[in-house]
């Protein structure tokens, strides 16, 4: 079955970097695109990155431009979100998306949390 495994978040200063990463297996990684997204506390998800399932395309929103860059190991089937110089706006759960079939998959998340 399709899943998606997040993992990296954890605490950090202020100013710091975190890589997170979203594993995928289940169906053919080549295949999709994956996104990924975050949510903070009594605030909507928000999407934060997108790479195409070649990998030679990809974007992040405005709001973290040359901050987060998106990247992928299609041997490893992994999607990797390197966050730097975050700051108190970050602090979310981050989650990865891949749509197959007009059906989404999510997974579980992984909690960024950003405090001295």
């Known amino acids: 079955q399709v899943q998606l495994v997040e993992s990296g978040g954890g605490l950090v200063q202020p100013g710091g970097s975190l890589r997170l990463s979203c594993t995928a297996s289940g169906f053919t990684f080549s295949d999709y695109h994956i996104n990924w997204y975050r949510q903070a506390p009594g605030k909507e998800r928000e999407p934060v990155a997108f790479i195409a399932n070649t990998g030679r395309s990809s974007n992040v929103v405005n709001s973290v431009k040359g901050q987060f860059t998106i990247y992928s190991d299609n041997a490893q089937n992994t999607v990797y979100l390197e966050m730097k110089y975050l700051s108190p706006a970050d602090p979310a759960v981050y989650s990865c998306?891949?749509?197959?079939?007009?059906?989404?998959?999510w997974g579980q998340g992984t909690q960024v949390t950003v405090s001295s």
């Open positions: 998306r891949v749509r197959i079939a007009a059906r989404d998959y």
